[in-house]
Each structure stands twice: as C-alpha cells, then as structure tokens.
C-alpha cells in the first residue's frame, strides 16, 4: 500500500463493519486495496481498484406460521419458504478510480455491478392468501427486478477533490457525489449526529454479509470542505446537491418484514380483492440540506471535540394510507435540524467516542391511516457512547477486538400532528406497552462485537472468528430507525484471509423481534418480523 492510501484513510476515527454501518468520507480516498499504475510522470498519480465478491445464501430456520399465515408479511417468508432454500447467490463487482495531480488536485470515481441467480420476478404468496398480493400479476416490477435480481449497476462516486493552502491553512474541497459523515458512531447512526447525512443502502447490508462499509452509506452530490485553522482547530462544511432515500428491503424479498413497503410493490392489501395502489413517493427538494462542525484537539485535552449543526431532510419516510383515494405513497420530512456535541479519546488502550444531540422537527413514528403528508413531528433527545479495544496474544488466540455501543433517546415534545404520533401513552389500557410496537418515552439499544483472530494460522492464511450482537434494550425508539424492544440482529462466523487478498467467510446470520398472536396470525407486532429468517452464507471477496 502507497503512503497516501495510508494517509488518506486515518481521516476516519474507526475502521466499520457493522449491519447498517457508516463511514467518513472526504471526496480524496483512495481504495485500501487498490494498485497503482505507473503513469511516467511522478506528479501524476493513478491507481484503480477492484474488488469482486460472490454470495451464496441458505435458509437455516424454518418458517413461523403465524408470520406467514400475515397477510402483511407472508410475501417476503414465502419466497423462500423451506429450510434449505437458496436465498441468495450473488456476485458483485466494486470498482473504483483515483487520479490526482501532485497530489493536490484529483478525481475519484466508483461503481458497483450486481446479479443474483437465485431471484426470479415471481412474487410469492401464502396459498391462502394468494387474493392479497402485493405485486399486480405476481411479478416483481422492473424496481425489484433491478435491485434483486439484475444484472444491472449504479455509480457510487463520482468527485473532484482539491488540496491548497489559504495562507498558512490546509484546506481540502470535494464537489460531487460522496459520502461525508461526522460524529463517532461506530454502528447505531440512527442516535448519531450523521443520523440521515448520507442514506442507507439497507438491502446490501442486510443481503451481503462481509460487504466493505463504504459500499453501505449512499454517496450524495454535493460540495464538502474543511480548512485546518490551527493546528488544533478544524471546521468543516457540506451544501447538498442532491437528495436520495434509503434503500430499503422490498416487499416480496427474503429480508423484507412488510409485503406493501416501499418502491417495488404495486399495491397494499386491506382484504381479499381490495386494494389500494402505490403512488408516487412525496420527496424532499433535490438541494439545500447543510451542515457545519468543527473539531478540537488540544493537546492538554489528549481527545477531540467536536461540534455540529445540520439541516436535513430525513432519508427514511412515513407511509401514508389514503383510503378514500385508494392509494398510499410514501413520504419525506423536510426540514428538520440537528444540534449535537461529541468527544473521543484514547484511555487504557481504549478509543472511547460519545456523542449528545438534539433533533428539532424532526420526524416521529406515525401511523398514518388519513391521507396525511406529514406524520407527526417532534424534537428529540440521544445520547451515544462506544468504546473499541484490541488485546493480544492469550493461549486461545494471536489477538483480539471489541466494539460496543449504546444509545439513548428520549422525545420531548410533540410539535405537529400529535393525533397521527404512534406512542404508547395513547393505546388502551393493555396494549400500552412496547411489546405492541407503539413509541415509549425512552429506548436504549446496543451493539456488541467481539474478534478474536489467529495471525498466520498457516502459511499465508489468517483467520478471525466475528461474532456481534444488536439489542433493543428497552422501549422503542420515537424517531426512524431508533430500534425496539427485545429486536436486533446476530452473527457469528469464520473468516480466513489468504495473502490480505482472498477472503472466505462462512457465517450464520440470524433476526430478533417479538409479537403478539390469535394462535394463527400476528395481532401486533415490535421490531421487523424476520426472526424466523436465519440464514448461512458463503462468501468469497478477492482484491485487486
């Protein structure tokens, strides 16, 4: 690896891996893997990176009954209904190009290919429920087609990046499509101040286990820049361009917990034969979210502080049911602003990071059954501590690593359309509780990681045992994606690394959320319903 591949990646605080994991991105990286090529002229500097990764996914659990006998998620438990069914078997391509101009002035762009064998465009129902299916004719339209099963791609990347000195000031500019997120969450960003800076390619992170995190986090156009004013002092910025949603599992898929969600799906259901049809979605304007930081690290603190303000537009929407149109659609909050603190240091061997936000107008979990285009907004509190170690030779392994994270969040106030807020406090006596899926006043989550790693097991091999776990430990969340009750998701696998270039991962995947039940079907639900969804995977990653 070059000296500027090394360089350019100590911008991020932590290397991520995780199920929704984020990254920091300043226009200027340069993939870890990536070669360079000899351009005869050393002021000019290219290097082009690839990395392909095949999948191949079983279904280990059998199905529940009670979620499949659900007429709003039998689809996705159908698809693939039997233990034993190929749930996936995929290859992707990842590829990236980095050139710059005495290291100054350069461009950088991305892109990524996909298809996957195991899909075809047959949506599949519970037999008894085959009336209430949520894609017109049984066939994926040509959205889920796309995004499950291809061959198709997209453009990740695609930036220009300057270095310069404004006076004595290092300033550092990207404009284009990029990722940029701040603050220092390792895994649960839905309590982060990057909370909703860049969207979530949920799908793959869900569907590819072993995926880079830098492939999760959806890049945005947009300008981003940050000028060192003193050796201890930084600001930065961002202006966005453009705006994009979160890519979420569509109905109809193995990983998808609701049949009628959110770009596939032609319609939802309410009885047999009777439907309403999926409109457009209401999105945000294409330009004007903004955000400014600044980051501290005197070295009588030993750490770093930072502050944060942003205006944004959420990525994850409410749904809308408009049942005297015959309709639903999915729609964006605009406008909500963020305030937020955060501080990192290095203590015992430990990277600890922590973060304090505040969330004005933003959005709230709503149950929507009028029409509405707004769902209920409120302000919001959160609060995020991490810690990552890593520890070395014992008699069971060469050396090990921890990550944990936990999060807080309290709402508090209601500021609009406290009729359409799904909270607790407004469920009949009995049903007020989280087990029934309604928003409480607090909620906590957490995220543990643990690694430990056989350095050169055998002759050019490594290989490391990851195993995580995410835990709504109690409540559920007011704002998107703040987690529930007894819901999360595990792993535990085998990694085996070959000369840092061949990667074989073998590892078991598996669901947590609750529900309520009449003996057949499902009367409420906490968490996304995918608790009966255990898979294996098999994955192969080569660099190049």
């Given at each position: ?30 993939a870890a ?40 998620s ?36 991305s ?58 000031m ?35 992170a869900?569907?590819t ?11 945005i156009?947009?300008i ?14 961002q ?24 770009n ?45 303000y942003?205006?944004?537009?959420e ?12 309709s ?37 979990n ?43 969040s ?51 091999w ?7 776990v ?75």
């Amino acid at each position: 690896m070059s000296d500027i591949f090394k360089a350019k990646w100590k911008l991020c605080r932590f290397p991520v891996v995780s199920l929704v994991a984020v990254t920091c991105v300043l226009g200027s990286l340069v993939a870890a893997n990536a070669f360079e090529i000899n351009t005869g002229n050393p002021d000019l500097f290219l290097a082009w990176g690839n990395n392909i990764r095949y999948n191949l996914g079983m279904r280990i659990q059998s199905m529940d009954h009670k979620i499949g006998n659900t007429a709003s998620s039998d689809e996705g438990d159908y698809k693939f209904d039997k233990s034993g069914d190929l749930v996936t078997n995929r290859l992707d391509l990842l590829s990236e190009l980095d050139f710059s101009y005495k290291k100054k002035l350069g461009i950088r762009v991305s892109g990524a290919v996909w298809a996957d064998v195991a899909y075809n465009d047959n949506a599949k129902t519970n037999p008894s429920l085959a009336d209430r299916g949520s894609y017109s004719g049984g066939k994926y339209n040509s959205y889920t087609k796309r995004y499950y099963i291809g061959p198709s791609g997209e453009l990740l990347d695609a930036n220009v990046w300057g270095s310069f000195d404004l006076g004595d000031m290092p300033v550092n500019v990207a404009i284009g499509r990029q990722t940029v997120l701040w603050g220092e969450t390792v895994v649960l960003s839905a309590h982060s101040v990057s909370y909703a800076q860049a969207p979530t390619d949920v799908v793959k992170a869900l569907s590819t286990p072993g995926v880079d995190a830098k492939e999760v986090s959806m890049p945005i156009t947009q300008i981003a820049g940050k000028i060192q004013l003193t050796p201890e002092l930084s600001v930065a910025g961002q202006y966005y361009l453009e705006w994009r949603g979160s890519r979420f599992p569509e109905g109809g898929t193995y990983l998808a917990a609701t049949d009628f969600i959110l770009n596939g799906p032609d319609r939802f259901s309410l009885a047999p034969g009777v439907f309403l049809r999926r409109e457009g979605a209401v999105k945000p304007d294409t330009y004007g979210d903004f955000g400014l930081s600044a980051r501290w690290s005197p070295q009588w603190l030993d750490g770093t502080l930072g502050l944060y303000y942003r205006m944004f537009d959420e990525t994850s929407p409410w749904v809308s049911l408009n049942p005297g149109a015959g309709s639903y659609r999915a729609v964006y909050a605009k406008n909500a602003h963020l305030v937020g603190i955060s501080f990192s240091k290095q203590l015992l061997g430990f990277s600890f990071g922590s973060e304090f936000s505040y969330r004005h107008n933003t959005a709230l979990n709503s149950s929507i059954a009028n029409g509405s285009l707004e769902g209920a907004r409120g302000d919001t509190v959160h609060i995020l501590a991490n810690a990552i170690g890593s520890f070395g030779h014992t008699p069971l392994w060469t050396n090990s690593s921890v990550i944990a994270e936990f999060a807080f969040s309290k709402y508090l106030r209601v500021t609009d359309n406290e009729n359409l807020f799904n909270a607790c406090y407004k469920k009949a006596p009995g049903k007020d509780s989280a087990a029934y899926g309604c928003v409480t006043d607090e909620n906590m989550v957490g995220y543990l990681k643990f690694t430990p790693a056989w350095t050169a097991f055998a002759e050019g091999w490594d290989l490391e045992m990851p195993m995580s776990v995410s835990y709504g430990l109690f409540g559920n969340g007011a704002t998107m994606g703040g987690g529930n009750e007894g819901a999360g998701s595990y792993g535990v696998g085998f990694n085996a690394i070959y000369n840092t270039l061949h990667t074989f991962s073998l590892a078991y995947n598996g669901y947590l959320a609750t529900y309520k039940d009449n003996g057949s079907t499902i009367t409420a639900s906490n968490g996304s319903q995918l608790q009966d969804r255990g898979w294996l995977s098999f994955t192969y990653k080569y660099a190049f």
